[in-house]
């Protein structure tokens, strides 16, 4: 069953649902939360009800894949109910239902993800030392992740890492996270580092690495060939040839991706972000908990829709005033 996507004012079919299914996680990484964050009232959250209600009404309006974030998704309490209920629409207009996490959870999750449907996991590693891991993720342990990883192979998930490129702190390992990913046959893809909410103490102009001068180092040692393949979204791909290993690249800083933009993002709160470098949103949860009808969410939605802007709006050279100030763990990244 397929159902037809809405399109919006720049005639792009939005087919791809990012949500954030909580803003807490068991890891403070320095690029992404402050040590003491402060998380919102739980009632303010969406239940898994709720989120269940909104999803499938993305699902009935055109939406083809759903990616489940956060924070760190799998530290939802009872998160595995969610993800059943969404496996549902697996076949009847969904074609993938995944998410992106840190790994912490995957050991005790990765069989039941598979046994459901979930094909791939994405998880975030940007060093296989065990020292830098804790400092960088300040709460997370490094063999904890890693068995994580190993758990979702063995469960049959394909394993993509992402890896974000951070200035004098991963720059030593990039060919030693490029060999390990290609020795465990997981995918890869680097993350430039992206202005999101302040954190005191860090500064995102110091840890910024360009992709564009990683790419170059990478270029010294192996042949990289681009890929024509897109996904709709800021990644581009390459194939490393004396391997034949797929790496990605996300530059949304540095490159144009707007034009061919296919998704939107959807808080733990339910506020629907139609794009994630500007700052309008709509409160979806508004429209979920005023009826029980479900015509006047899937309206919500299309009104939501057809104001997504043309493109995006980072800028460093605009400095602190320029930043977003949410965190990435609010978006989902
Ligand atoms: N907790 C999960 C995880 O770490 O994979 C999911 C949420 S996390 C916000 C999603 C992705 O955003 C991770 O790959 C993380 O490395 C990335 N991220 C977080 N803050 C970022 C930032 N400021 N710039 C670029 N990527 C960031
Ligand atoms: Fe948590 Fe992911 Fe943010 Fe790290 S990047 S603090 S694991 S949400």
Redesign the pocket.
């Known amino acids: 069953m397929e159902n037809a996507p809405i399109i919006d004012g720049f005639n792009r079919p939005i087919t791809y649902l990012r949500v954030s299914v909580t803003d807490r996680?068991d890891?403070r990484?320095t690029?992404?939360m402050a040590e003491h964050m402060q998380f919102l009232p739980k009632a303010d959250l969406l239940t898994l009800e709720e989120l269940d209600r909104l999803c499938s009404a993305f699902v009935g309006l055109g939406v083809r894949k759903l990616r489940v974030?956060?924070?760190?998704?799998l530290v939802r309490r009872n998160i595995m109910s969610f993800f059943r209920a969404m496996s549902r629409h697996l076949g009847q207009g969904l074609d993938e239902l995944t998410l992106?996490?840190?790994g912490s959870q995957l050991a005790r999750f990765a069989e039941e993800l598979a046994e459901i449907g979930v094909r791939r996991v994405?998880?975030?590693l940007?060093t296989l030392d065990a020292d830098k891991f804790a400092a960088v993720t300040r709460w997370g342990r490094l063999p904890q992740v890693l068995g994580g990883i190993a758990a979702a192979k063995a469960a049959g998930l394909r394993v993509k890492i992402?890896t974000?490129a951070l200035k004098g702190f991963n720059e030593d390992e990039l060919f030693r996270l490029v060999d390990w990913c290609a020795e465990n046959d997981h995918d890869m893809t680097f993350?430039?580092?992206?202005p999101?909410g302040e954190i005191e103490g860090e500064d995102?102009l110091d840890q910024y690495w360009p992709l564009s001068d990683l790419r170059r180092r990478l270029q010294e040692r192996v042949e990289l060939t681009p890929l024509t393949e897109r996904t709709g979204g800021p990644a581009r791909y390459f194939r490393i040839e004396e391997t034949g290993q797929k790496l990605g690249f996300i530059t949304p800083l540095t490159h144009n991706f707007c034009e061919s933009c296919n998704r939107v993002r959807l808080t733990c709160t339910g506020e629907l972000f139609m794009c994630l470098g500007q700052e309008d949103r709509a409160d979806l949860r508004a429209a979920l908990r005023a009826s029980d009808d479900d015509a006047i969410v899937a309206d919500a939605i299309r009104a939501a829709i057809a104001r997504k802007p043309k493109g995006h709006d980072f800028d460093y050279s605009r400095g602190i005033g320029g930043q977003m100030t949410r965190h990435?763990?609010h978006t989902?990244?």
Do not use: A, H, L, Q
């Open positions: 996680c890891f990484c690029y992404c974030t956060g924070g760190e998704p992106t996490t840190n994405n998880v975030s940007d992402n974000v993350i430039e580092v992206m999101m995102r990435m763990s989902g990244g």
